[in-house]
C-alpha cells in the first residue's frame, strides 16, 4: 500500500512539474515581454479548433504577434451565465479584459459605470457589424459595445411524438396532451419569459399583478412538465425523452445533429418570442484597453468571425459572415432560413421583445417567485 | 545540570510553537475569519447596516403549493434535510458492511477494493453525475436493461430517487473509507475472546466490533451528511431541476447578488449542522464510554 | 455467508462503476450527443488533445492539486506533532474543534465564507481583482488541512513515546531523532492524509466556483460552465483516459509491491 502510495504521488508530482512548465508562461510574473490578455466568454462559445476548425484564441496570439512583433497570452475563462459573470465581476473578485454578457447585462453594467467606452479607431472591423444592430438599447449610443452574436428563441419539439397540428405558438408547452414531456428553462428570466410572451404581457413589467400572472401560467404548468433544464436538454431531446422544449435557435442544429433513430426534431418560432444579442465589451478592471481592442477587433474578422458562427451556430450580425458564400454553404438551406428570419425588421423586433435589466426590486421579486416555482 | 533541563525545555516549547503557529496562523485566518464574515453579511443589509431581515425571511417567508401554504425556506431546509439523512443511511447500510468484509479479506483483495473504492473518486464528479443522467433516463441504459429482462420500466430521473441514488454514487467512498480503516485495525484477539466467551455472530458484531467502529462510522456519516445537505449540483442534474435544495437556494440568491441573504441562508445551515454534528458526537462518546463500561 | 459477501460486493462495485463504464463508452461516440450512441470513433480523443483550454484547466487542477497537497502536508504534520505534545488541554480542545470545522462545514459554506473575506481583503488593499491562482490554493490547503491532520494524529498516538527518545539518548539531535525516528514511523498516516488532500482537491467544485480568479479555472469549473451549451463526449474522452492513467499505475504498484512485501518478510525474518 506504501509503495501504491508513494508511486501515485510521485507520478502526480511529475505531472504538476510538466504542468508547471506548461503554466509558468501565463503568470503574470513571467510577463516580461508578452502580454496578457483575459478574456471572459460563455461555456463553449468560441471555435477551438475542434473538429478541425479554427482556433480562435491561438490564431489571435499568432496573428498578433506577426502584426505587432510581442507575444500575447490569451487567459480564456469561462461562465455559465449572465449573472455568474456578473456576481464575480461586480464584486471585484476577479479581472477581465474583455467579456461577452447578453443585452440586458450589458444595460446594467453600463448604467453601473462597469463598462469602458470603446475606441472605434482600434476596432476598424467594426464596420463590419450590420446597422440594425447599432443604437440599440443596451448601448443607444454604441460606446460600449460591438455584437458577437445574436438569436431567437422557439420551440424544439419532435415530430414522432408531437402532432404536427398542435406545433403552434408558446401553447405547445402547455399543451396537457404531453404530459410529462416538456422541458422549461431552468432559470428565472427564461421561464417567466415563456409564460409573459405567452400571456402577451410585457417582458420587462415592473407591475408585479403581470408577475403574479405569469407565475400562476408557470404553476399550471407544473404537471406536465418533464423537468426543468439547461444543456440537459440536448440529451433529453436528443434520445426522444422529451418531445417538447425551448432553446435557442442554433442549438436546435446541435441537436438535430445527434438526434436518435426514431427521433425527427423540428423547430418554429412562436411570436412574440425573444431576441438576444451576445455583445463584446471592455470592463473597468481592464488593464490593457487597446489589446483588448484589438482581440475584439479581430474577433469581427472575417475568417474568425465565420467560425465562430458556425461553431455556436448562433446567427451573425457580421456582413461579413452572413453573405460569405461558403458560410451560407456550410450552413445549409435550412439553417440559414431558420437563423436568419428576414432581418430588415430586426431592431423594432429586439426593442419590443429583448429582456432589459429590471430594477432590483422587480429582480427580487422574481427570484422570490421562481423559488416558489421550484419547490412547488 | 539545572540550567541545561530549562535550557531543553524552552528549546522543547520553541519547536512546540514553529511547529504549531503556522497551523494556528492559518486556522484563524482562513477558518475563523471567514465564519466571522459569513456572520457579518448575514446580519447585514446590503449597506452593511444592522439588521435581521434575512433571519425573518428564513424563517417566515411563504409559498402556496398544493398542499396548502407553506415555510419557504423551511421547506426547503426540510427537504434537503431529509434527502441527506436518507443518503447517509443508505450509506451506512451500504457502506458498513462493505468496509467489514473488505476488512476481513486477505491483504491483497483488501488492497484492490480500497483501489477500486478511491477510482471513481479520482475522476470528475460533475462527469460522473452527467452520465448517470444518461443511466437513468426513462429511454436510458437501465431501462433498456429492464426491458430487455422483461420487467417493464421504471421512472427515477426528475425523483428524489434520482437524487438519493446520486448522493449515494458520490459520497459512498467517504462513508467506506473511515469504517474500513477503523475496522482493519481491529484486534482480532477481541473478537476470538468474546467468541471463546460464547458470543455468537451477531452478538459479536454487536457488543463488540460495532462500539469499536463508532468513531468510523461517525465520521463517515459526517462526511456523507455534510455533503449531500449542501449539493446543488446532483439535484439540478438528476432532479430536472424539479428540487430545489437549501445548496440550490444559496447558489441562487450568490446568482441573484443577493450576498446577504445567502450568507443568511449559510449561516443558519452552519448551525444546524455544528449543533447536530456535536449532538452526534456526544451521543457516541456516550455509548463508546458506556459499551466500555458494561 | 462467503458468497452472499461476494454477491454484495460485486453489487456495490457495479454500482460504483456503472456510470464510469457509460462515459467510457460515449467517449467513442461519433456524435456530439451523450446519450445516443450513432456509432465508434475516435475523434474525441483527438478534439481533446487540441483543445487547448481544456487541456491547460487539467494542467491548472493537477498544478493546484498537487501544491495544495504538498503545503497541506507539511503543515499538517507539524501541526500534528505540535498538538500531539500539546500539554494544555483547553488548547488542544480548541485546536481540534478549528480542525474539525471545515470538515463539519458544508463546502458552499467554506467556499462562499471565504469569497467574502477575500473580495473584502482585496477591496480594502485595492487590488483590482481579489480573487486569484493564490485566493485558490489557499481555500484548497484550508479543506485538505483537515484530512492531513486526521490521518497523522491517530498514528502519533500509536507510537511508542520511548522511540524517539532512546534515539536521543543514542545521541541524535532533536531534529535527527524526528526525522530519522519520528517520521517514518508516521509515514503512512502522512501519505494516505497526502493522498485524501489530493483526491479532495482534485475532485473539488464548489469551493472552487467561488474562489476561483481570472485565468485559472480548473476543471469542474470548465465542465460547469458548459451549462448553456452542452456538456460534450471530449469530456468523457478525458475522464476516460484519467480512468487507464490511474489503473495503469496501479498495475505497476502492485507489481513493485508485491516484491516490497517478500522484502519485508525477509526483513522480518532476520531477527530470529
Not at chain 1, 467606452?117 to 457589424?129: K, M, T, V, Y
Not at chain 2, 471513481?120 to 436493461?145: E, H, V
Not at chain 3, 482585496?122 to 489557499?138: D, E, H, K, N, V
Amino acid at each position: 500500500m506504501k509503495k501504491t502510495l508513494s508511486l501515485l504521488l510521485a507520478c502526480a508530482l511529475m505531472g504538476a512539474l510538466l504542468a508547471g512548465c506548461g503554466a509558468g508562461g501565463d503568470k503574470p510574473a513571467a510577463s516580461g515581454g508578452t502580454l496578457t490578455l483575459n478574456v471572459y466568454n460563455w461555456g463553449e462559445y468560441i471555435s477551438d479548433g475542434s473538429e478541425g476548425s479554427y482556433d480562435t484564441v491561438t490564431e489571435f496570439e499568432k496573428w498578433y504577434q506577426s502584426a505587432y512583433g510581442q507575444k500575447v497570452k490569451v487567459n480564456y475563462d469561462t461562465y455559465a451565465s449572465n449573472e455568474d459573470m456578473y456576481a464575480k465581476l461586480s464584486a471585484g473578485a476577479v479581472s477581465y479584459d474583455v467579456v461577452i454578457p447578453s443585452d440586458y447585462m450589458i444595460a446594467r453594467m453600463a448604467e453601473e459605470g462597469m463598462l469602458l467606452e470603446l475606441d472605434f479607431d482600434n476596432i476598424p472591423n467594426s464596420a463590419n457589424i450590420d446597422d440594425d444592430f447599432k443604437g440599440l438599447f443596451f448601448d443607444p449610443e454604441n460606446k460600449y459595445t460591438v455584437p458577437y452574436t445574436y438569436g431567437v428563441t422557439g420551440i424544439i419539439w419532435d415530430a414522432n411524438q408531437v402532432d404536427e397540428a398542435d406545433a403552434r405558438g408558446w401553447e405547445l408547452l402547455w399543451n396537457e396532451k404531453y404530459a410529462g414531456m416538456i422541458l422549461q428553462y431552468n432559470n428565472p428570466r427564461d421561464a417567466f419569459g415563456t409564460a409573459m410572451y405567452k400571456l402577451g404581457i410585457d417582458v420587462n413589467t415592473t407591475d408585479k399583478s403581470e408577475w403574479d400572472r405569469a407565475y400562476d401560467e408557470l404553476i399550471a404548468q407544473r404537471p406536465l412538465r418533464y423537468g426543468l433544464v439547461m444543456d440537459e436538454i440536448y440529451n433529453l431531446m436528443e434520445s426522444g425523452e422529451a418531445a417538447i422544449g425551448v432553446y435557442y435557435a442554433g442549438d436546435y442544429f446541435t441537436m438535430l445533429d445527434a438526434q436518435a433513430d426514431g427521433v425527427d426534431l423540428q423547430f418554429y418560432y412562436p411570436e412574440p418570442t425573444n431576441y438576444f444579442i451576445d455583445a463584446m465589451c471592455i470592463p473597468k478592471c481592464c488593464q490593457n484597453k487597446e489589446l483588448a481592442e484589438r482581440f475584439i477587433n479581430f474577433m469581427l474578422d472575417r475568417d474568425a468571425a465565420v467560425a465562430n458562427a458556425e461553431y455556436t451556430y448562433y446567427a451573425s450580425p457580421n456582413r461579413t459572415v452572413y453573405t460569405d458564400a461558403d458560410y451560407i454553404e456550410e450552413m445549409g438551406e435550412e439553417a440559414m432560413e431558420i437563423l436568419y428570419p428576414g432581418n430588415d425588421d430586426f431592431a423594432a423586433n429586439f426593442d419590443r421583445v429583448a429582456y432589459r435589466n429590471l430594477p432590483q426590486e422587480t429582480l427580487d421579486y422574481m427570484n422570490t417567485l421562481w423559488e416558489n416555482v421550484k419547490i412547488s | 545540570m539545572n540550567a541545561d533541563a530549562a535550557a531543553l525545555r524552552a528549546r522543547a516549547r520553541r519547536t512546540q510553537w514553529a511547529l504549531l503557529a503556522p497551523y494556528s496562523l492559518w486556522s484563524v485566518l482562513f477558518i475563523v475569519v471567514p465564519l466571522v464574515f459569513v456572520a457579518y453579511y448575514a446580519f447585514t443589509d446590503n449597506a452593511f447596516a444592522f439588521t435581521t431581515e434575512h433571519f425573518v425571511r428564513f424563517f417566515t417567508a411563504t409559498s402556496s403549493t398544493d398542499s396548502g401554504e407553506v415555510r419557504t425556506y423551511l421547506l426547503i431546509f426540510g427537504r434537503s434535510l431529509k434527502l441527506a439523512v436518507i443518503s447517509t443511511v443508505i450509506c451506512l447500510l451500504l457502506g458498513y458492511p462493505l468496509a467489514y468484509i473488505m476488512s476481513r479479506a486477505k491483504p491483497r483483495a483488501q488492497k484492490i477494493m480500497m483501489t477500486l473504492i478511491m477510482i471513481p473518486m479520482w475522476m470528475n464528479f460533475l462527469i460522473r453525475t452527467y452520465a448517470w443522467m444518461t443511466i437513468l433516463q426513462d429511454t436510458g441504459i437501465l431501462n433498456g436493461f429492464l426491458s430487455l429482462l422483461g420487467l417493464g420500466r421504471v421512472h427515477i430521473i426528475g425523483t428524489e430517487g434520482a437524487v438519493v441514488i446520486g448522493m449515494v454514487y458520490d459520497y459512498l467512498p467517504y462513508m467506506v473509507l473511515p469504517i474500513y480503516s477503523i475496522l482493519a485495525k481491529l484486534d482480532v484477539r477481541l473478537i476470538e475472546a468474546a467468541r471463546d466467551l460464547g458470543c455468537n455472530g451477531v452478538s459479536v458484531l454487536r457488543r463488540v466490533i460495532w462500539p469499536l467502529s463508532l468513531p468510523g462510522v461517525l465520521s463517515g456519516i459526517t462526511m456523507v451528511l455534510i455533503p449531500s445537505v449542501s449539493t446543488f449540483y446532483i439535484s439540478q442534474k438528476l432532479g430536472s431541476g424539479k428540487f430545489f435544495l437549501i445548496g440550490d437556494a444559496i447558489e441562487g440568491q450568490y446568482v441573484a447578488n443577493n450576498l446577504h441573504f445567502a450568507a443568511a441562508m449559510a449561516f443558519i445551515l452552519m448551525v444546524v449542522l455544528l449543533v447536530c454534528m456535536a449532538l452526534m458526537k456526544y451521543l457516541t462518546n456516550r455509548q463508546v464510554n458506556g459499551g466500555a463500561k458494561a | 455467508m462467503k458468497t452472499a459477501s461476494r454477491v454484495f460486493t460485486t453489487l456495490i462495485f457495479l454500482f460504483l462503476f456503472a456510470p464510469i463504464v457509460i462515459l467510457l463508452i460515449f467517449s467513442f461516440n461519433a456524435s456530439k450527443s451523450l446519450s445516443v450512441f450513432s456509432g465508434f470513433s475516435l475523434k474525441w480523443y483527438g478534439e481533446l488533445l487540441n483543445d487547448q483550454v481544456t487541456l491547460s484547466s487539467v494542467r491548472n487542477t493537477l498544478l493546484l492539486a498537487v501544491s495544495a497537497m504538498v503545503i497541506s502536508t507539511v503543515m499538517g504534520t507539524a501541526a500534528s506533532v505540535g498538538i500531539d505534545r500539546l500539554r494544555r488541554r483547553w488548547l488542544r480542545a480548541t485546536l481540534n474543534t478549528v480542525t474539525d470545522i471545515p470538515m463539519t462545514n458544508p463546502d458552499i459554506i467554506t467556499g462562499i465564507s471565504l469569497m467574502l473575506m477575500f473580495v473584502f481583503a482585496g477591496r480594502l488593499m485595492g487590488f483590482s481583482q481579489s480573487l486569484s491562482f493564490w485566493t485558490m490554493l489557499i481555500a484548497h490547503v484550508t479543506f485538505c488541512l483537515p484530512y492531513v491532520i486526521l490521518q497523522v494524529l491517530p498514528k502519533l498516538r500509536q507510537m511508542d513515546p520511548a522511540l524517539p527518545e532512546a534515539a536521543q539518548d543514542l545521541g541524535c539531535t532533536p531534529l535527527r531523532a524526528f526525522f530519522k525516528v519520528t517520521i517514518p514511523e508516521i509515514m503512512p498516516g502522512i501519505l494516505t492524509g497526502a493522498i485524501m488532500a489530493f483526491t479532495m482537491s482534485l475532485d473539488d467544485f464548489v469551493i472552487s466556483y467561488f474562489t476561483s480568479g481570472a485565468g485559472f479555472q480548473t476543471l469542474p469549473i470548465r465542465i460547469y460552465n458548459m451549462t448553456k451549451k452542452t456538456v460534450t463526449p471530449k469530456m468523457y474522452a478525458l475522464a476516460t483516459i484519467i480512468f487507464f492513467v490511474i489503473l495503469a499505475l496501479l498495475i505497476i504498484s502492485s507489481f513493485t509491491d508485491r516484491d516490497d512485501t517478500k522484502k519485508k518478510k525477509l526483513y522480518r525474518r532476520q531477527p530470529d
